[in-house]
């Protein structure tokens, strides 16, 4: 079955630590998505890719950092400098601009 | 900067009324996305509108467009428990991702 995997399902992260979140998608799409979610709140984007080796800043990239060197994985690396991690991260793809995203399950990420 | 607001932001509601949800945004665009979220879940993907006037429906559930007043609207027709979730609309405009709306959290109660 195609789909999106996201890995790990529960993450912590010490204080200074940096770690990444993956996300494998075997839908052959072209554009790949990174959201966070608080409590309560809708999604924010962090970053997007619509094609290979090449990805934008979404609206809260600061303390963020991601690589697309396969269509395939789109990796978000939370860094020392996100001060405020613990959220709920959505990875999404879709074959372009004005098509549906499809949404893996979500890495829960916590403080240490 | 596109806003999109929604509400209500949280509804109870009794099994077998109707109810709509409303989805309003700041920037000219024609696609817009409803989505469902389970407690601790993922997103799932609702309805795709693509165009002024769109409606479509699936089972209890209509979503429709109006892009000149930039408002989407979700109805519930006679609702039932298991419709009990937290519904997103989501626009997006040129190559960007999507901005989401805050959500409403529907509970329906017997």
């Known amino acids: 079955d195609g789909g999106i995997t996201q890995s790990p399902k529960y993450l912590f992260r010490k204080e200074g630590q940096n770690v990444t979140l993956s996300c494998e998608q075997n839908?052959?799409?072209?554009?790949m998505y990174w959201y966070r979610q608080d409590p309560g709140q809708g999604l924010r984007l962090i970053y997007y890719?619509?094609?290979?080796?090449d990805f934008q800043k979404g609206d809260i990239a600061e303390g963020y950092s991601v690589s697309r060197e396969k269509k395939e994985s789109f990796p978000l690396t939370v860094t020392s400098a996100q001060k405020n991690p613990t959220a709920f991260y959505l990875c999404?793809?879709?074959w372009g601009a004005g098509q549906p995203q499809h949404f893996g399950d979500g890495t829960r990420l916590s403080i240490l | 900067e596109l806003k999109v607001e929604q509400n209500p932001l949280f509804l109870s509601m009794q099994e077998g009324k109707n109810y709509t949800i409303y989805c309003n945004y700041s920037?000219?665009?024609?696609?817009l996305y409803w989505y469902r979220q389970d407690p601790g879940k993922s997103l799932e993907s609702l309805f795709v509108?693509?165009?002024?006037?769109a409606v479509k429906q699936e089972g209890r559930l209509m979503a429709s467009l109006d892009t000149k007043a930039r408002l989407s609207t979700l109805h519930i027709t006679a609702a039932v428990h298991d419709l009990s979730a937290t519904y997103f609309c989501?626009?997006?405009?040129?190559?960007?991702?999507?901005?989401f709306g805050k959500g409403t959290h529907l509970i329906i109660q017997p």
């Open positions: 509108l693509l165009s002024n006037g």
């Open positions: 999404a793809s879709s």
């Open positions: 839908l052959n799409h072209d554009a």
């Open positions: 989501a626009v997006d405009i040129e190559v960007d991702g999507l901005t």
């Open positions: 890719s619509q094609i290979v080796n």
């Open positions: 920037t000219t665009s024609d696609r």
